[in-house]
């Protein structure tokens, strides 16, 4: 478990099991009855169609867990509960849920309704979103608050007005000084009192990834001469009772309660101003930007983890806005936050398989021995010398040389065979001997470093000294084999591929045996930056980890991964690159009967795209494709004698074309049935 740091990024929901599973406490640390659920074994219910009948899915697909979405939305709610008791602050906390990190029905209407008992709304950034958003809350809390973000045209602030009609409290927030005249236009024209917000471009910015979002120079938001020249406008109109909010959001993922303190600071004085200006100010929206913690590490220095509890983040938050109402001495405001990424993240497991292992061999790294690559006598003199003088450099471990003279082989014998005096199979030779010194001056190189460091610190590499004994590569510091795994990363795990994102991945079975090789993983597409090269875990310098130790494949038997808290953004953005299509979900709870039993209910709640699907979506006719592949058919067959067998092959044929519209986009692994 530690070396998926599971307890790390994992706690208090996911862990490893006696049977050497991923296993999942749906609840968390929560009192109540729950029994521990293993994954694996959900997958292999789901693959054998055990518990869905006829519904049998191949992986890829996501498990969801309701139950995690319930915890984390109450985590969220308690800890300002807690906060707002403890520092006797006189508002209250009413979050909203930003849908943009899951438009899933089923997310933002579980979080609607599990959210009803305290108010909990939902924020959208887009028309479309504000329709689902209205949708969805006509089923919530009258008190929920509809906060409409982004950008915004006359039919967006249409929309927005007509809700307050259907008596939702939607909020609307002007991103920009312009969006005013637009809300006054259509306010007017239907005679609709808006309920208006303004986003506060912050001075304060942080550091990490999603820092751009704020700062001075920050995409979004109004600055201060703004924010007055807005104030004076409405209250010339008669009209600065209609602002009731102030909104910022300093980026995603704050690495430091520093920072939010900062941010916070900042933004509550703008509150106050702006209640003192004679505006209805009711509500201060801090935007989302809570973190979590995806490697495990619980450090703010990591830009792949936070330094703070979600506690933490509330009692930063109270504190900072009563002390500055207090000064002021403004009425204390409801809380709002748009929490999004620290919400469900941790609700969705996917759960892909292995295709197969491309493993690095027939290369020896034994430093005493050389590298033993076939050259054989008709080599050219040229490369025969540089190749001695390339065994010679290795057995004195001159890295530098080893590295220039493995160059230089193989840009002499690139030379040699454009002249054609070099066979193809001498060609691939000395490209195995290049490949393999390359490997062998990373391998000595951390062999080098490692030995700087003191005893203790040696030892714990020792079973990493892959050099004196010929045999097994265990390939420290680079890695043994590329896994193919039967994903998309464009698809399932997009932020990896844009943005650098690290997520957990870790394999679901066989956690009892120790993992021996190292590996990347490569996915499915025709895009060589389809892979994921970077994984939690922490190397000589404490850093994340550039392989994932996995186990050997087995003969017949298929190899299950899941990728952890990837349930925000990744499928909002997924893409469908080589037209791979969204994935199967099940919805995964359990129903804990009076004598501690726990049932295991599943319910598949979509059935992912299908390659029909995915080509609609490209306005091809799966049809009108299948019409001229049966027109072909007839030609071909019609050139041939006609005979009943002929026949029989042919509707064969426009049968197997006719059934593979309705079948998945990925591959199917045989694996599974077996
Ligand atoms: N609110 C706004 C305006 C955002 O832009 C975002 C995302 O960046 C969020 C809320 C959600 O942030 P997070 O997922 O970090 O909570």
């Known amino acids: 478990s530690s070396l998926y740091k599971v307890e790390g990024w994992g706690a208090p929901y996911f862990f490893i099991n006696a049977a050497g599973h991923m296993a999942i406490r749906p609840m968390g640390n929560s009192s109540k009855p729950q029994e521990e659920m293993d994954i694996m074994g959900i997958v292999q219910h789901i693959i054998e169609s055990k518990v869905l009948g006829d519904l049998a899915l191949p992986t890829p697909l996501i498990l969801r867990f309701p139950d995690i979405l319930r915890d984390r939305l109450h985590k969220l709610q308690s800890a300002f509960d807690r906060a707002i008791h403890a520092y006797h602050y006189q508002g209250h906390f009413q979050g909203v849920f930003p849908v943009k990190c899951n438009q899933d029905r089923h997310v933002v209407e579980n979080i609607v309704e599990l959210g009803k008992p305290f108010g909990f709304g939902l924020e959208a950034g887009s028309k479309p979103e504000l329709l689902l958003a209205m949708g969805s809350l006509c089923k919530g809390s009258p008190d929920a608050l509809l906060v409409c973000n982004g950008y915004k045209d006359a039919d967006y602030v249409c929309l927005a007005l007509l809700a307050r009609q259907l008596h939702l409290k939607c909020v609307i927030v002007l991103e920009q000084e312009q969006e005013l005249d637009v809300v006054l236009r259509m306010s007017c024209h239907l005679g609709i009192d808006p309920l208006l917000g303004l986003r506060a471009k912050l001075n304060t910015k942080h550091a990490g990834h999603f820092g751009e979002t704020s700062g001075e120079d920050g995409k979004f938001g109004l600055s201060c001469s703004q924010i007055v020249a807005i104030v004076q406008k409405l209250r010339k109109l008669g009209k600065l009772h209609c602002l009731q909010l102030l909104h910022f959001h300093?980026?995603?993922?704050?690495?430091?309660?520093?920072?939010?303190?900062?941010?916070?600071?900042e933004a509550v004085h703008i509150y106050c101003e702006l209640a003192l200006m004679g505006a209805d100010m009711q509500f201060l929206d801090i935007g989302g930007g809570l973190g979590?913690?995806?490697?495990?590490?619980?450090?703010?220095?990591?830009?792949?983890?936070?330094?703070?509890?979600?506690?933490?983040?509330?009692?930063?938050?109270v504190q900072a806005v009563k002390s500055a109402c207090d000064m002021k001495g403004v009425k204390q405001p409801t809380l709002c936050s748009e929490s999004g990424r620290a919400l469900v993240s941790h609700h969705s497991v996917l759960v892909f398989d292995v295709l197969s292992a491309q493993h690095r061999g027939g290369r020896n790294l034994n430093t005493k021995k050389g590298i033993s690559v076939d050259v054989?006598?008709?080599?050219?003199?040229?490369?025969?010398?540089?190749?001695?003088?390339?065994?010679?450099?290795?057995?004195?471990?001159?890295?530098?040389?080893?590295?220039?003279?493995?160059?230089?082989?193989?840009?002499?014998?690139?030379?040699?065979?454009?002249?054609g005096k070099l066979s193809l199979m001498q060609l691939s030779a000395i490209n195995n001997i290049h490949e393999a010194a390359t490997e062998l001056t990373e391998v000595m190189r951390e062999r080098d470093m490692i030995s700087t460091f003191s005893p203790f610190v040696r030892k714990s590499f020792e079973s990493f000294d892959l050099h004196d004994n010929g045999q097994d590569d265990k390939g420290y510091?680079?890695?043994?084999?590329?896994?193919?795994?039967?994903?998309?990363?464009?698809?399932?795990?997009?932020?990896?591929?844009?943005?650098?994102q690290l997520f957990p991945i870790v394999p679901l079975h066989r956690l009892d045996e120790e993992p021996m090789?190292?590996?990347?993983?490569?996915?499915?597409?025709?895009?060589?930056?389809?892979?994921?090269?970077?994984?939690?875990?922490?190397?000589?310098?404490?850093?994340?980890?550039?392989?994932?130790?996995?186990?050997?494949?087995?003969?017949?038997?298929?190899?299950?991964?899941?990728?952890?808290?990837?349930?925000?953004?990744?499928?909002?953005?997924?893409?469908?690159?080589?037209?791979?299509?969204?994935?199967?979900?099940?919805?995964?709870?359990?129903?804990?009967?009076s004598r501690g039993i726990a049932e295991l209910n599943l319910k598949r709640v979509s059935g992912g795209q299908k390659i029909a699907d995915v080509l609609q979506s490209m306005q091809y006719n799966p049809n009108t494709i299948l019409e001229v592949l049966a027109i072909q058919l007839q030609k071909c067959f019609s050139e041939v004698e006609f005979s009943e067998d002929e026949r029989e092959k042919a509707l064969a044929v426009l049968r197997t074309l006719a059934c593979s519209f309705s079948s998945s986009t990925y591959l199917s692994n045989n694996h599974q049935t077996s």
């Open 250 to 265: 300093i980026g995603s993922q704050i690495p430091s309660l520093a920072i939010v303190h900062d941010g916070v600071s």
């Open 292 to 317: 979590i913690d995806y490697d495990g590490s619980a450090s703010a220095q990591s830009d792949m983890s936070v330094g703070y509890t979600i506690e933490g983040y509330a009692k930063q938050v």
């Open 376 to 419: 054989d006598e008709t080599l050219p003199d040229e490369l025969r010398t540089l190749h001695q003088s390339l065994v010679g450099f290795i057995q004195a471990g001159d890295l530098q040389n080893v590295k220039d003279c493995a160059s230089k082989l193989k840009g002499n014998s690139v030379t040699h065979f454009k002249q």
């Open 517 to 593: 090789v190292n590996a990347i993983l490569s996915d499915l597409t025709c895009d060589s930056d389809g892979k994921v090269t970077a994984f939690v875990g922490s190397n000589v310098e404490g850093r994340h980890v550039k392989h994932l130790k996995l186990h050997h494949l087995q003969d017949g038997k298929s190899y299950y991964v899941g990728m952890f808290l990837g349930g925000a953004y990744q499928e909002a953005l997924g893409s469908m690159h080589n037209l791979y299509g969204s994935l199967p979900v099940v919805h995964v709870t359990q129903s804990v009967k």
């Open 477 to 500: 510091g680079t890695h043994d084999a590329i896994y193919h795994i039967n994903l998309s990363v464009f698809r399932s795990m997009p932020d990896t591929w844009a943005i650098g």
